[in-house]
């Protein structure tokens, strides 16, 4: 009799253990609802919890505690109880929101000062070819500064796309000013078609040759890569060289230079 009611006693334990554990486990503060939580433990046959909660009165938030009903168990209640103080969870949940959009927020800030060096090298290394070597920044405002009516304030695409590819911003913008009059207004193609440097094909602009284009953007970045695919591929790299091929008119080299150094000179 005493061995089987060792036995039991035994058996007894083992499952308090158990359930004593569970009760630790991380995922009970994880159940769908306070209430599922409750029912779940108040149809145990081997002990029943309270939740400091009234069927009647509203749940109290602030204090979560669970405590045996069991009298064996309640000999040693201090060693089962827990609290769950939810204020808390919510600040913890929200520090560490606050923690993963700091880290994201620096990694961002670290992205972008990658590609602004790496932008700014390559800005000196397509500028210094006509003697000075400026920043990225420095390149885009002397841009703007020579850029008017349709183009005013598009330095940067031009100064993006040049870097890019590796062009001459100064003789890009020099071609374009010369070719729309963007010096000063532009030309109705580029007004109402985007057609920056006077490139043809389809769709036509207003039904003629000149090409049209959905933006602004979209046909500066089809300027600069037929810059780059049809002359500096091929190394035509200058004025005097791309003009022979570029325009008829034998005077279209020298003033292509002199935009460009009056470019640069701003």
Same mark, same amino acid.
């Given at each position: 009799?005493?061995?089987?009611?060792? &036995? !039991?006693?035994?058996?007894?334990?083992?499952?308090?253990?158990?359930?004593?554990?569970? *009760?630790?486990?991380?995922?009970?503060? !994880?159940?769908?609802? /306070?209430?599922?939580?409750?029912?779940?433990?108040?149809?145990?046959?081997?002990?029943?919890?309270?939740?400091?909660? $009234?069927?009647?009165?509203? *749940?109290?938030?602030?204090? *979560?505690?669970?405590?045996?009903?069991?009298?064996? %168990?309640?000999?040693?209640?201090?060693?089962?109880?827990?609290?769950? $103080? &939810?204020?808390? /969870?919510?600040?913890?949940?929200?520090? =560490?929101?606050?923690?993963?959009?700091?880290?994201? @927020?620096?990694?961002?800030?670290?992205?972008?000062?990658?590609?602004? +060096?790496?932008?700014?090298?390559?800005? @000196?290394?397509?500028?210094? @070819?006509?003697?000075?070597?400026?920043?990225?920044?420095?390149?885009?405002?002397?841009?703007?500064?020579?850029?008017?009516?349709?183009?005013?304030?598009?330095?940067?695409?031009?100064?993006?796309?040049?870097?890019?590819?590796?062009? $001459?911003?100064?003789?890009?913008?020099?071609? &374009?000013?010369?070719?729309?009059?963007? !010096? #000063?207004?532009?030309?109705?193609? /580029?007004?109402?078609?985007?057609?920056?440097?006077?490139?043809?094909?389809?769709?036509?602009?207003?039904?003629?040759?000149?090409? +049209?284009?959905?933006? %602004? $953007?979209?046909?500066?970045?089809?300027?600069?890569?037929? *810059?780059?695919?049809?002359?500096?591929?091929?190394?035509?790299?200058?004025?005097?060289?791309?003009?022979?091929?570029?325009?008829?008119?034998?005077? #279209?080299?020298?003033?292509? =230079?002199?935009?460009?150094?009056?470019?640069?000179?701003?």
């Amino acid at each position: 009799m005493e061995t089987n009611q060792s &036995v !039991k006693a035994n058996i007894l334990a083992i499952i308090i253990l158990i359930v004593v554990s569970a *009760l630790w486990h991380p995922t009970i503060a !994880k159940a769908q609802s /306070l209430k599922e939580f409750h029912n779940s433990f108040m149809t145990s046959t081997l002990m029943q919890s309270k939740l400091n909660m $009234d069927e009647e009165a509203p *749940l109290n938030l602030n204090k *979560l505690e669970i405590k045996p009903i069991n009298s064996e %168990l309640l000999q040693d209640v201090d060693s089962l109880k827990i609290e769950i $103080d &939810v204020e808390e /969870l919510r600040q913890i949940k929200i520090a =560490r929101k606050k923690a993963l959009e700091l880290e994201k @927020k620096q990694e961002e800030e670290r992205r972008k000062a990658e590609e602004k +060096a790496k932008a700014d090298e390559a800005a @000196k290394q397509v500028t210094a @070819k006509s003697g000075t070597s400026i920043s990225y920044d420095e390149l885009v405002a002397k841009l703007n500064r020579s850029l008017n009516s349709t183009l005013a304030g598009k330095g940067e695409s031009f100064a993006k796309y040049a870097v890019e590819l590796g062009i $001459d911003p100064y003789l890009a913008v020099a071609i &374009v000013l010369h070719e729309t009059g963007c !010096k #000063w207004n532009c030309s109705s193609l /580029l007004r109402e078609c985007n057609n920056v440097g006077g490139m043809k094909g389809s769709p036509g602009c207003n039904g003629g040759s000149y090409k +049209a284009f959905p933006s %602004l $953007d979209e046909g500066i970045k089809a300027f600069m890569n037929n *810059l780059y695919n049809n002359y500096y591929a091929k190394g035509l790299t200058t004025p005097e060289t791309i003009g022979p091929k570029y325009a008829a008119s034998s005077t #279209w080299s020298s003033k292509i =230079r002199s935009y460009m150094n009056e470019i640069e000179a701003k």
